[in-house]
T-cell receptor, first 115, second 112 residues
Framework: NAGVTQTPKFQVLKTGQSMTLQCAQDMNHEYMSWYRQDPGMGLRLIHYSVGAGITDQGEVPNGYNVSRSTTEDFPLRLLSAAPSQTSVYFC??????????????FGSGTRLTVV | GNSVTQMEGPVTLSEEAFLTINCTYTATGYPSLFWYVQYPGEGLQLLLKATKADDKGSNKGFEATYRKETTSFHLEKGSVQVSDSAVYFCALSASAGNMLTFGGGTRLMVKP
C-alpha cells in the first residue's frame, strides 16, 4: 500500500517558469489537500478537494491552481513561479468529510526552490 | 476562525528528561485535536488524537488530554529518547468539515 505519493522530491525553477507538483493516493480517500510549510509558519492550506470534480481555496491560494479529475490524483500547478513560492509542499488525504477525526495521511513532500 | 498556538522552540532536553509541549486552540463547536510528528526529511505522521473533551490520546509513550475548559491539548512524555528528536505539530479539525488547522510546530532536540 503506497499511501500518498508525491513527485518530484526536489525541484529548482527559474522565476516565471511553470510546473506541476504531482500527488496520488491509493486509499480511495475522498478528501485531498495541499499545504506549504515555511520556517516559523507551520503548515498553511493552499487548496483542497472533497471529491472528484470539486476543489476550493484554502488560506494561501494565490499563484496556484488545482484540479481533481479522478479520486486518486490531485496535482498542484504553479503557472508563473516566484521566489516567494520557495517552500516545502505537502499533499495530504483522508476519508470523506465527517471523518476528519481519523487524521490525515501525508506524502513525503516536495522541496521547491525558485531562483 | 479556528487557530492553534504552540510554544515556540527549539526545545532542547537531555535523554530521559520529561517533555511538555504546550498547545492551545480557538475553535467553534467541538473540534477533534491531533498531534503530528515530522522526522527529518519526512512528511508528517499522525502521533495521537482525541475527539472529545477529557479524552486522552496516547502513542509511543506520548500522551495528550483534551481539556475543553482550558482549550488545551498539551503533549507529554515521561522519558524522551534521542530518536524523539523531530518537529511536533498540534492541529485541530473543526466539527463542520475535514480541514486541519495547524500550529506553527515545535522542534524538539534530545541530546544523549
Amino acid at each position: 500500500n503506497a499511501g500518498v505519493t508525491q513527485t518530484p522530491k526536489f525541484q529548482v525553477l527559474k522565476t516565471g517558469q511553470s510546473m506541476t507538483l504531482q500527488c496520488a493516493q491509493d486509499m480511495n480517500h475522498e478528501y485531498m489537500s495541499w499545504y506549504r510549510q515555511d520556517p516559523g509558519m507551520g503548515l498553511r492550506l493552499i487548496h483542497y478537494s472533497v471529491g472528484a470534480g470539486i476543489t476550493d481555496q484554502g488560506e494561501v491560494p494565490n499563484g496556484y491552481n488545482v484540479s481533481r479529475s479522478t479520486t486518486e490524483d490531485f496535482p498542484l500547478r504553479l503557472l508563473s513561479a516566484a521566489p516567494s513560492q520557495t517552500s516545502v509542499y505537502f499533499c495530504a488525504s483522508s476519508y470523506s468529510m465527517g471523518q476528519g477525526a481519523r487524521g490525515y495521511t501525508f506524502g513525503s513532500g516536495t522541496r521547491l526552490t525558485v531562483v | 476562525g479556528n487557530s492553534v498556538t504552540q510554544m515556540e522552540g527549539p526545545v532542547t532536553l537531555s535523554e530521559e528528561a520529561f517533555l511538555t509541549i504546550n498547545c492551545t486552540y480557538t475553535a467553534t463547536g467541538y473540534p477533534s485535536l491531533f498531534w503530528y510528528v515530522q522526522y527529518p526529511g519526512e512528511g508528517l505522521q499522525l502521533l495521537l488524537k482525541a475527539t472529545k473533551a477529557d479524552d486522552k490520546g496516547s502513542n509511543k509513550g506520548f500522551e495528550a488530554t483534551y481539556r475543553k475548559e482550558t482549550t488545551s491539548f498539551h503533549l507529554e512524555k515521561g522519558s524522551v529518547q534521542v530518536s524523539d528528536s523531530a518537529v511536533y505539530f498540534c492541529a485541530l479539525s473543526a466539527s463542520a468539515g475535514n480541514m486541519l488547522t495547524f500550529g506553527g510546530g515545535t522542534r524538539l532536540m534530545v541530546k544523549p
